[in-house]
């Protein structure tokens, strides 16, 4: 766990302590910046970089600005912390490629709890998942159709090995949030069924494997 290397980006000193100090606990490295400009320049300086916990409202360079330079280069996980919780606000970090999405205050516990979801699904080693000419290495986070890379952000390439490893099975969307977002999610079912749309169009004729069950939720076969 010592060489999971975190990100924290805020401009708030007690805030990035605070962070820090929990995640030291549970045997993180963690790498500090003030604003989005240290951020970037931390980022690839350090390389390697696990996970970003990154402060929306910042000088110099903001964190929507961060992550559009960030996801130019990595599809490292994000999770973006706001004092705002406008529904907007999320729409566009999750359309941008934000993982998590937490506004403040926040329990740092909570945080932590995500903080250990997204790093058990994104650091783990895993053999290949393969259905209908769908080839998900996970190790190596990539995703093959019939041979050719297909590009997918962190959270539609957890939704799709979700699917395909229940295939077959008929998944609520409440199942799907809990196992994929990895924690209850209060929202509505919007942000599930904007990932599968985006997730159907990437993958082309394959994207009919994922069926919808009106009033429930979605079943992978093929």
């Not at 709890?113 to 053999?127: H, K, M, P, Y």
């Not at 393969?130 to 590009?151: F, L, M, R, S, Y």
């Not at 699917?163 to 209850?184: M, Q």
Request: aromatic share 10%; with cysteine.
């Amino acid at each position: 766990m010592d060489e999971v290397r975190i990100l924290v980006v805020d401009d708030e000193a007690r805030m990035r302590k605070l962070v820090c100090d929990f995640l030291q606990k549970r045997g993180y490295m963690t790498f500090e910046a003030e604003d989005g400009e240290k951020a970037i320049e931390i980022f690839f300086d350090k390389k390697n970089i696990n996970l970003v916990i990154l402060d929306v409202m910042m000088p110099r360079m903001d964190g929507w600005a961060v992550c559009k330079e960030i996801r130019q280069y990595s599809k490292v996980p994000i999770i973006m912390l706001t004092a705002k919780s406008e529904e907007r606000d999320e729409l566009l970090g999750f359309k941008l490629g934000v993982d998590e999405y937490i506004s403040k205050p926040f329990s740092p516990k909570i945080l932590m709890a995500r903080v250990d979801a997204i790093l058990r699904r994104t650091t783990s080693v895993e053999s290949s998942l393969e259905a209908g000419g769908i080839v998900i290495d996970k190790t190596a986070h990539q995703v093959t159709i019939d041979g050719n890379p297909v590009e997918l952000s962190v959270k539609e390439f957890e939704l799709l090995s979700y699917f395909v490893t229940n295939r077959g099975v008929a998944l609520s969307r409440e199942k799907i949030l809990n196992n994929v977002w990895n924690y209850d999610y209060f929202g509505d079912a919007r942000t599930i069924d904007t990932h599968v749309k985006k997730l159907r169009s990437k993958l082309g004729e394959k994207g009919d494997y994922i069926k919808t069950i009106w009033g429930m939720g979605y079943k992978f076969e093929y």
